[in-house]
């Protein structure tokens, strides 16, 4: 198990420390991508229409991704890890995890598949001194996101920020990796962090016209929660975010997602107050057809501002399929979820490691005493084995493509 960890980090180890500054020179407008009424218009003047995935699970990992149910966000994962086989284990394990899933042969291989565009999920902790997948001082994010703008500016690809987990948490489920309730919306210190860690970002990639935009928020509030009081304060947050972004980036578009799960946009009032604005919606389920999604395009067209499919997927090829198509009769680009996780219903599946049920089993059983975690805990060996085996699995070279997948997305397999 040692030799197959110092291969894993060894083996990743240019990949991961190889990626280049990013541009200080500055560019002007014509550059980047820019909104035109309803349409996106890349710098040679053609539409862009956007088509591509998202590479999910890799900065903020999801527990359904690795096949748990009760461990299900971020914490809870490395909390499991680290009850299961100690905090220096865990370190090394997100170490070559973070260095494995997802390289540069990835970006590669989308490319191929002819899509345009790569949705790149992460944890506002990437860019703070807070505990995150093996680190607290000195985390790697801006190593990691300058990476995959290396690879997509390489391979012709466009991509998009998005702060799929924020200061406090704005979903208050487990995607956002936080504490069972959306403080960021009431929290002031949460908020200026949010806006501060954007305002970074802007700064870093002001110059660089690879990024298409910066989605500020993912699918901010549940439905769980008093909705009729909390929604009113996301357009207000969106509008400070935009500002901190504005004082240092007048290049990049910036992408607004409703609450809800990315479905509601009736209670946004103001467009006007930037002129790079776009809107984001989520799919998960319902009828392939524009009728179900009417309330987007409404929304679209009654604001006159680009609208696109952040996340769809988990559907048959055939829902896919169809719906592939009536998005794109629609004028609606799209990035489906996800681009690899374990087994299928995605573009790459990570094969079950051998013994992965002795991690499963762990991490869905009662662990809230200390005396449940001693009676919980496996075989520590096995258990290290099958967890170092599944970061072996998650590689390009070892991941299955699923062709239907792919085609239903109307990609092509190469």
């Known amino acids: 198990m040692k030799k197959l960890l110092l291969?894993?980090?060894?083996?990743?180890?240019?990949?991961?420390?190889?990626?280049?500054?990013?541009?200080?020179?500055?560019?002007?407008?014509e550059a980047f991508v820019r909104v035109e009424g309803p349409n996106l218009i890349k710098p040679d003047g053609s539409k862009l229409f956007i088509r591509g995935t998202n590479l999910g699970n890799w900065l903020n990992p999801e527990g359904y991704m690795f096949g748990f149910s009760r461990t299900n966000s971020t914490w809870m994962i490395d909390l499991m890890i680290k009850e299961l086989a100690g905090p220096d284990f865990a370190a090394k394990f997100w170490k070559a995890f973070k260095d494995n899933y997802i390289t540069r042969a990835d970006v590669e291989y989308i490319a191929q598949t002819g899509a345009n565009t790569i949705r790149l999920p992460?944890?506002?902790?990437?860019?703070?001194?807070?505990?995150?997948?093996?680190?607290?001082?000195?985390?790697?994010?801006?190593?990691?996101?300058?990476?995959?703008?290396?690879?997509?500016?390489?391979?012709?690809?466009?991509?998009i920020l998005d702060m799929h987990d924020a200061p406090g948490g704005q979903t208050g489920d487990n995607i956002d990796d936080s504490y069972g309730y959306p403080w960021l919306l009431e929290d002031e210190a949460c908020q200026q962090?949010?806006?501060?860690?954007?305002?970074?970002?802007?700064?870093?990639?002001?110059?660089?016209?690879?990024?298409?935009?910066?989605?500020?928020?993912?699918?901010?509030?549940?439905?769980?929660?008093?909705?009729?009081?909390?929604?009113?304060?996301?357009?207000?947050?969106?509008?400070?975010?935009?500002?901190?972004?504005?004082?240092?980036?007048?290049?990049?578009?910036?992408?607004?997602?409703?609450?809800?799960?990315?479905?509601?946009?009736?209670?946004?009032?103001?467009?006007?107050y930037d002129d790079k604005l776009m809107y984001t919606c989520h799919r998960y389920g319902g009828a392939p057809t524009a009728e179900a999604?009417?309330?987007?395009?409404?929304?679209?067209?009654?604001?006159?501002?680009?609208?696109?499919?952040?996340?769809?997927?988990?559907?048959?090829?055939?829902?896919?399929?169809?719906?592939?198509?009536?998005?794109?009769?629609?004028?609606?680009?799209?990035?489906?979820?996800?681009?690899?996780?374990?087994?299928?219903?995605?573009?790459?599946?990570i094969l079950t490691p051998e013994n992965w049920d002795v991690v499963r089993t762990f991490s869905e059983a009662p662990r809230s005493t200390f005396?449940?975690?001693?009676?919980?805990?496996?075989?520590?060996?096995?258990?290290?084995?099958?967890?170092?085996?599944?970061?072996?699995?998650?590689?390009?070279?070892?991941?299955?493509?699923?062709?239907?997948?792919?085609?239903?997305?109307?990609?092509?397999?190469?």
């Open 7 to 29: 291969a894993l980090i060894c083996g990743a180890l240019m990949t991961a420390c190889s990626s280049p500054e990013p541009k200080e020179t500055p560019l002007g407008a």
């Open 122 to 159: 992460f944890n506002y902790k990437l860019f703070t001194d807070e505990d995150f997948m093996g680190l607290t001082a000195q985390q790697d994010g801006f190593a990691r996101v300058d990476s995959v703008v290396n690879w997509c500016r390489d391979n012709d690809l466009y991509l």
């Open 193 to 272: 962090q949010f806006c501060d860690i954007w305002k970074q970002i802007a700064d870093r990639y002001k110059n660089e016209p690879v990024i298409l935009g910066y989605e500020l928020i993912n699918e901010a509030i549940a439905p769980y929660f008093d909705t009729d009081a909390l929604n009113p304060k996301l357009e207000p947050l969106h509008k400070r975010a935009v500002k901190a972004i504005r004082e240092v980036d007048q290049n990049h578009i910036i992408l607004l997602g409703g609450p809800q799960w990315n479905s509601t946009f009736r209670v946004f009032r103001d467009s006007s």
């Open 293 to 349: 999604i009417s309330h987007f395009i409404q929304f679209r067209d009654s604001v006159n501002l680009p609208m696109y499919m952040g996340e769809i997927g988990h559907g048959t090829d055939e829902w896919q399929e169809a719906f592939c198509k009536t998005m794109e009769a629609n004028n609606i680009g799209y990035t489906f979820w996800p681009y690899k996780k374990i087994n299928s219903g995605c573009m790459m599946g």
């Open 371 to 414: 005396s449940e975690i001693r009676e919980a805990r496996p075989d520590q060996e096995i258990a290290k084995q099958a967890l170092m085996d599944y970061v072996k699995n998650s590689t390009l070279a070892n991941c299955i493509p699923q062709e239907g997948y792919i085609r239903s997305i109307l990609l092509k397999v190469p």
